[in-house]
């Protein structure tokens, strides 16, 4: 090649990747903005309509039915592929054959109940983390007294169930409760911090969350974490009391006081934890005693009752119409948008109430709304979403020695500030696409779409970038390219965006299609770099 035609694939090849990342930065304006992203092509722009107002439906297909006026910028209306996006990490082959198979609603019926669904793959890969979700005892067993291990391993099991299970919806819901009643693992919570997880989180992630909170309220992990096991009837201590108001109940919009704080935190004086044994118990002589009131709740508290006092504390809050908005909005920004509507909120505040603070319950009405089926390419994936939504479409198995890829990607995804479990304040990790822009962040995540693609990782079973799809005579660059985009992304990008990736690898548009992995791997990457695969 001559140093002339160099310059010229090199410009053109610049040129492209110009193209690439001038779509993502419009496509994740508009994600942030929560919109449609209807927008982020001017030449196709819409006219302006009035604000969508949602409602809910009997069936989730109904609800699919009546958003079928849903477009995006990005994405062509299909809401099989919309729901495989939002209720999955990440949509294996299998997953779109068994969506089909079924139909929406008894897709969902088997998700909403994974007792029913087999997974045997993601309990194999568990096992490989011998210390994951173990209790106090187990841990302090198998491991030497403050270590961490257990602790990492948690996270990194937790990235496996993410990666390979079947119970892809209760694997996104235990996400978001994770971050709401958090507690950050590995920590000073060495040993009770891997069974909070299990006992807490994953226990009641579909059931009621009366009962999950409830179980939070009683965990070493929680208590010592939230410093309630320094509280005193003498010096009370405010942390796990405030924290339960604004993070993990009522939040702010309860208007609660410094004097409620106060209350809130003598209710709850007195739970504390045996340190040898890991398990909590409750200490009267530590416990504040006489009336208290938070917001609407008042109790005489005499002495005796404080155990008793502090489970109908919770309950009340468990109850409180605050804290059904809080947990609706919750579960409304991980499945509809960065800022969902407070109509599509109150909803599902009222399903929450109705129905004894199921979460499950809560999880159906979201899927029953036309919100959900309107909200199309509204959320971009974090960092983790990325990486394991990457692995899944890409249709990694796992394999001897599949230990060491996940330790990898944990680790990876520690450094992107999105390891499982791991953010330290109370809050949980941000779910919303601004708190993950930037440009070393995006940086991060190709590098790692390569090393999938390619397989750079061993010891997991990778299909290579050659036989993604399958092909036919006389097939292009741009039709091997649209392919492959319709299997990662499920849906065809734009001629003029394969074009961008197509050159972007250095290949020509009208040039038949690679066979080489080392070609194929780099249109690969390309599309699960850009807003096809990023936004969801």
């Known amino acids: 090649m001559s140093a002339e035609v160099e310059v010229r694939a090199s410009s053109r090849r610049a040129s492209s990747r110009r193209a690439l990342l001038g779509l993502g930065a419009a496509l994740a304006a508009g994600a942030i903005a929560g919109e449609s992203l209807a927008a982020a092509d001017p030449a196709e722009a819409a006219p302006a309509k009035r604000a969508f107002v949602g409602r809910q439906y009997p069936t989730a297909s109904a609800a699919a039915a009546a958003a079928r006026g849903a477009r995006s910028a990005v994405f062509a209306h299909d809401p099989r592929e919309h729901l495989l996006r939002r209720a999955t990490f990440g949509p294996r082959p299998a997953d779109r054959k068994r969506l089909k198979r079924l139909g929406i609603d008894a897709w969902l019926d088997l998700q909403l109940h994974p007792g029913r669904i087999d997974d045997g793959r993601a309990k194999k890969a568990v096992q490989r983390f011998p210390l994951a979700f173990a209790r106090p005892a187990a841990v302090v067993k198998g491991s030497k007294r403050y270590s961490w291990d257990a602790g990492f391993q948690t996270g990194q099991a937790t990235l496996a169930r993410q990666v390979f299970s079947d119970r892809q919806?209760?694997?996104?819901?235990?996400?978001?409760?994770?971050?709401?009643?958090?507690?950050?693992?590995?920590?000073?919570?060495?040993?009770?911090?891997?069974?909070?997880?299990?006992?807490?989180?994953?226990?009641?992630?579909?059931?009621?969350?009366?009962?999950?909170?409830?179980?939070?309220?009683?965990?070493?992990?929680?208590?010592?974490?939230?410093?309630?096991?320094?509280?005193?009837?003498?010096?009370?201590?405010?942390?796990?009391?405030?924290?339960?108001?604004?993070?993990?109940?009522?939040?702010?919009?309860?208007?609660?006081?410094?004097?409620?704080?106060?209350?809130?935190?003598?209710?709850?004086?007195?739970?504390?934890?045996?340190?040898?044994?890991?398990?909590?118990?409750?200490?009267?002589?530590?416990?504040?005693?006489?009336?208290?009131?938070?917001?609407?709740?008042?109790?005489?508290?005499?002495?005796?009752?404080?155990?008793?006092?502090?489970?109908?504390?919770?309950?009340?809050?468990?109850?409180h119409p605050a804290t059904a908005r809080t947990i609706a909005r919750k579960l409304a920004i991980r499945f509809v948008s960065d800022t969902p509507s407070a109509d599509l909120v109150n909803r599902l505040a009222r399903v929450y109430l109705r129905n004894g603070t199921d979460i499950r319950a809560v999880v159906t009405a979201v899927f029953r709304s036309s919100d959900f089926w309107h909200a199309v390419g509204t959320r971009m994936r974090r960092p983790l979403e990325d990486a394991v939504g990457a692995l899944r479409v890409l249709d990694v198995k796992p394999a001897a020695g599949m230990r060491q890829p996940l330790e990898w990607l944990y680790w990876n995804l520690d450094s992107a500030g999105h390891a499982p479990l791991r953010w330290a304040p109370p809050n949980g990790y941000p779910d919303v696409a601004a708190a993950w822009l930037g440009a070393g962040a995006m940086l991060q995540r190709w590098d790692l779409h390569r090393a999938f693609v390619h397989g750079w990782w061993p010891k997991l079973t990778w299909t290579k970038p050659s036989r993604l799809v399958k092909r036919t005579d006389g097939m292009t660059t741009v039709q091997w390219a649209a392919a492959v985009g319709r299997r990662l992304t499920g849906t065809t990008p734009k001629r003029a965006h394969l074009v961008a990736a197509v050159r972007g690898a250095g290949l020509e548009v009208g040039a038949p299609a690679p066979v080489d992995d080392w070609t194929c791997g780099k249109v690969a990457a390309l599309l699960l770099d850009s807003p096809y695969f990023q936004l969801r």
């Open 169 to 319: 919806l209760y694997e996104v819901v235990v996400d978001v409760f994770a971050d709401h009643l958090h507690v950050p693992v590995p920590s000073e919570q060495w040993h009770t911090g891997p069974g909070y997880v299990r006992d807490v989180i994953r226990a009641h992630a579909f059931g009621r969350f009366e009962d999950m909170l409830q179980a939070a309220m009683r965990h070493p992990a929680m208590l010592s974490f939230l410093s309630n096991d320094e509280s005193d009837r003498r010096n009370v201590n405010e942390n796990l009391g405030r924290e339960l108001l604004e993070l993990h109940t009522v939040g702010l919009q309860a208007r609660y006081s410094e004097k409620d704080v106060r209350a809130s935190a003598g209710i709850l004086s007195g739970r504390t934890w045996d340190w040898k044994k890991g398990v909590y118990r409750f200490d009267p002589d530590r416990h504040v005693t006489g009336r208290l009131r938070v917001l609407g709740f008042s109790h005489p508290n005499r002495p005796g009752q404080g155990e008793a006092v502090g489970d109908a504390y919770l309950r009340y809050l468990a109850h």
